[in-house]
């Protein structure tokens, strides 16, 4: 929070904001605006309200410190343990349910939070990901559906920016990806899932760039192989890939549960720059394409991009220990400042949370050697796991939990009946509205 302060024009909203990030790392069961504004000690809601709402700081300025609090804490970490570790920016989306049409984004959609097509409201994301150290959320966009920012009405009640222009999914990661390199933030790889490698308009901006990138794509998208033969992936591995000396299994990287084993085939291109990364599934042998550029000056194996490809996946650990340890989804602001608010408050939690744990993690690891073979038997102490996330967040808990007030308790007993007393009333005299005109 002190690194944040720059961002808050009065002292009492930076105040408010730290008690705001104490009840989103403690033990609150949901993180709305009523428990947060209990836990925090406030007589009200109003002052959390207000903190997302209408208060004057600048969430931009403040998402950027986090973002560089985060990097140089995982950089620092992986210096520690004196190994060459690889830098991967992630790139996937997630979303949170919501009732009703007058939140910003709100819209019928597929929701993968939720596995069906829900009502609710979509954010890009990037995560920083040190390989072996740690990873934390460095960088956020909400998306807005394009009826909305056309309708002066519902961009009024939401509070979309005048300047708000729409942006594909794919675009939104662009302008993502600018404020991390204008944050001075350096990525051996970007990765991303098929939303972002069919993105042409995001692979001509990394290329530009000189930025490698291993991005999954479609089975129909399309290649040109040596020759200018055009053909599909699908294509590509029916054709080309059907001999078994072609695929070689090796390890995507070391899960909770051990190494994660794909069969892996790597197909050229006709330009030196791209390749095609196939990955086939050791059990169902379901297939998933990674379309891959390497500039000039980098090495291009099929050993690195494998090991990028594997580095997707914790950018999903975040959004679960964001949404799981922190209520990243339980935000129930509807304005659009007010969402992006919420999420930078909570990407400051967390990466307070991913940086001490990456720091602390060979120190605070004691586990045995791994077993030889399957008949190996276990061992008289099996040691300690290092420091997780989640540990360090209840540590924090324990740590950030005070006493409350005398009486504190039963005044906000009172208020939350009385506020749900005459919120009924206003619901009852408004259904009573809706059924005189039906009958007359």
């Given amino acids: 929070m002190g690194l944040l302060r720059s961002c808050f024009v009065r002292t009492q909203t930076w105040l408010q904001a730290g008690k705001y990030l104490n009840a989103l790392a403690s033990d609150l069961p949901s993180r709305n605006g009523w428990s947060i504004a209990q836990y925090a000690g406030d007589r009200s809601p109003g002052k959390s309200q207000r903190l997302l709402n209408r208060a004057s700081w600048d969430e931009r300025a403040a998402m950027s410190l986090v973002r560089r609090?985060?990097?140089?804490?995982?950089?620092?970490?992986?210096?520690?343990?004196?190994?060459?570790?690889?830098?991967?920016?992630?790139?996937?989306?997630?979303?949170?349910?919501?009732?009703?049409?007058?939140?910003?984004?709100?819209?019928?959609?597929?929701?993968?939070?939720?596995?069906?097509?829900?009502?609710?409201?979509?954010?890009?994301?990037?995560?920083?990901?040190?390989?072996?150290?740690?990873?934390?959320?460095?960088?956020?966009?909400?998306?807005?559906?394009?009826?909305?920012?056309?309708?002066?009405?519902?961009?009024?009640?939401t509070g979309l920016p005048v300047s708000l222009r729409f942006r594909t999914k794919g675009q939104l990661a662009i302008d993502i990806l600018h404020d991390a390199y204008g944050d001075g933030l350096a990525f051996d790889f970007i990765c991303g899932d098929e939303v972002y490698g069919s993105c042409t308009d995001l692979?001509?901006?990394?290329?530009?760039?000189?930025?490698?990138?291993?991005?999954?794509?479609?089975?129909?998208?399309?290649?040109?192989?040596?020759?200018?033969?055009?053909?599909?992936?699908?294509?590509?591995?029916?054709?080309?890939?059907?001999?078994?000396?072609?695929?070689?299994?090796?390890?995507?990287?070391?899960?909770?549960?051990?190494?994660?084993?794909y069969a892996w085939a790597w197909l050229a291109t006709a330009s030196r720059h791209h390749s095609l990364l196939v990955r086939r599934h050791l059990k169902s042998g379901e297939l998933a394409f990674h379309y891959c550029?390497?500039?000039?000056?980098?090495?291009?194996?099929?050993?690195?991009?494998?090991?990028?490809?594997?580095?997707?996946?914790?950018?999903?650990?975040?959004?679960?220990?964001?949404?799981?340890?922190?209520?990243?989804?339980?935000?129930?602001?509807?304005?659009?400042?007010?969402?992006?608010?919420?999420?930078?408050?909570?990407?400051?939690?967390?990466?307070?949370?991913?940086?001490?744990?990456?720091?602390?993690?060979?120190?605070?690891?004691?586990?045995?050697?791994?077993?030889?073979?399957?008949?190996?038997?276990?061992?008289?102490?099996a040691g300690l796991i290092p420091l997780t996330v989640r540990e360090v967040r209840r540590l924090l808990a324990t740590t950030l939990d005070r006493p409350e007030p005398p009486g504190h308790t039963a005044h906000w007993l009172q208020w939350r009946r009385r506020h749900q007393a005459r919120s009924r009333w206003f619901h009852q005299r408004a259904r009573l509205e809706r059924n005189y005109a039906l009958v007359s």
């Fill in 69 to 157: 609090y985060a990097a140089a804490g995982l950089d620092d970490a992986a210096r520690r343990s004196r190994r060459r570790r690889m830098t991967v920016g992630a790139l996937d989306e997630t979303g949170q349910e919501k009732q009703g049409s007058s939140t910003a984004g709100v819209k019928r959609q597929y929701m993968g939070c939720a596995g069906r097509v829900a009502n609710g409201i979509n954010t890009v994301h990037l995560s920083y990901v040190r390989e072996k150290t740690g990873h934390a959320l460095a960088g956020a966009r909400q998306w807005i559906p394009a009826e909305d920012i056309r309708d002066p009405v519902k961009s009024l009640v």
């Fill in 203 to 261: 692979r001509e901006y990394l290329e530009g760039h000189g930025q490698a990138y291993v991005l999954r794509v479609a089975s129909n998208f399309m290649l040109t192989l040596a020759g200018a033969t055009k053909m599909t992936c699908a294509e590509a591995v029916n054709k080309l890939l059907k001999a078994k000396k072609a695929w070689e299994v090796r390890s995507a990287g070391q899960g909770s549960k051990g190494e994660r084993w």
């Fill in 293 to 381: 550029f390497v500039p000039d000056g980098q090495l291009a194996s099929k050993a690195r991009l494998i090991r990028a490809a594997g580095l997707r996946w914790p950018v999903e650990e975040s959004f679960e220990l964001g949404k799981g340890c922190l209520g990243l989804d339980q935000c129930q602001a509807r304005l659009y400042t007010a969402v992006l608010r919420h999420i930078v408050l909570v990407m400051a939690a967390l990466a307070v949370c991913a940086v001490t744990a990456a720091q602390l993690r060979d120190r605070t690891d004691t586990q045995a050697a791994p077993p030889a073979s399957s008949d190996a038997p276990p061992p008289a102490d």
